[in-house]
């Protein structure tokens, strides 16, 4: 499981999170399958605010609103 890249985290806090991690898997959780569902909570949040902002800003502001709204489509695909 990945904690982070350094320098974002720091060596102690690393240290911290691995046993924080390893303390979870001890008391029979799954930090992997915790870390997957907040990624996917994360992606549908996206997924809405985009929608939002095609319908709200680009709509009424560009021309050719969709090829934007296309381009954003396609970055939450390739997530």
Do not use: Y
């Amino acid at each position: 499981m990945t904690i982070g890249r350094w320098p974002a985290i720091g060596v102690a806090k690393a240290r911290q999170l691995a046993r924080d991690i390893l303390l979870a898997v001890k008391r029979g959780e799954d930090p992997a399958a915790d870390k997957r569902e907040q990624r996917q909570h994360m992606d549908s949040r996206f997924e809405t605010v985009a929608a939002e902002f095609a319908e709200r800003v680009l709509k009424p502001r560009q021309r050719r609103w969709q090829t934007t709204k296309a381009l954003l489509d396609s970055k939450m695909t390739k997530r």
